[in-house]
């Protein structure tokens, strides 16, 4: 079982429309998660971090972290062909302390 | 200036031979990472390091060796490069469990 996993896709959404994003993770004592953003051959950014149960809102993002189920997801708002990208979700800290591990990144299409 | 340099951007070197990967950091973190990127796969950890004096295997470990030189720098070799080492490849910083800063990439070609 991988450490850290998501949906490949791709997916596609029509602009203005809502894109949810999935990751589940293995260790589950990990304590720290983030979503990046990255363009194709780019640095990836990041866009949220969430460190405890519940939903975290940021502009027309929402992180959304549930411990129990071992799953952590990414919605965006009003999507925008802007958001076009590979979205990479991140984990870290629990049993492999310090170890920042990722998982093979979701591609988003947002289409006019 | 970028607070992650890696050198160099663009590399194409030939089977067999040595490479040197550098990064280095303005912004003070202790943690330091290599990350190798391949379509569809994410980045996967190569090396990491706590502090000059911990560094630790990743998930494909194998064929790479680090050298991690004071707290800013943190080198990645490539002792005898072959063809299937062809990525891009990324350093990344950060402070304990929080979020990483990446570097702009090295993408390198093994012919």
């Known amino acids: 079982q991988k450490e850290v996993e998501q949906n490949s896709g791709p997916l596609s959404v029509p602009e203005g429309a809502i894109a949810s994003l999935n990751c589940t993770y293995s260790d589950r004592v990990s304590q720290s998660f983030f979503w990046y953003r990255q363009y194709s051959g780019k640095s990836p950014e990041l866009i949220m971090s969430?460190?405890?149960?519940g939903d975290k809102e940021d502009g027309r993002f929402t992180a959304q972290l549930n411990k129990a189920s071992q799953y952590v997801s990414l919605l965006i708002r009003d999507s925008q062909p802007s958001d076009s990208a590979t979205y990479l979700c991140?984990?870290?800290?629990?049993?492999?302390?310090?170890?920042?591990?990722f998982g093979q990144g979701t591609i988003l299409t947002v289409h006019p | 200036d970028a607070d992650v340099t890696q050198t160099p951007r663009n590399r194409i070197t030939k089977t067999g031979k040595r490479i040197m990967l550098e990064c280095s950091q303005t912004?003070?973190?202790?943690?330091m990472y290599w990350y190798r990127q391949d379509p569809g796969l994410g980045l996967r950890l190569i090396y990491y390091?706590?502090?000059?004096?911990?560094?630790n295997k990743g998930e494909i470990s194998d064929g790479y060796s680090v050298s991690r030189q004071a707290q800013a720098k943190f080198s990645l070799s490539l002792e005898s490069a072959i063809p299937n080492q062809t990525a891009l490849y990324f350093c990344a910083t950060s402070e304990r469990d929080t979020e990483a800063f990446f570097g702009q990439g090295t993408r390198l070609t093994v012919v």
């Open positions: 912004k003070g973190h202790d943690r």
């Open positions: 969430i460190y405890s149960n």
């Open positions: 390091s706590f502090d000059v004096k911990d560094i």
């Open positions: 991140a984990v870290n800290g629990g049993t492999s302390y310090g170890k920042l591990t």
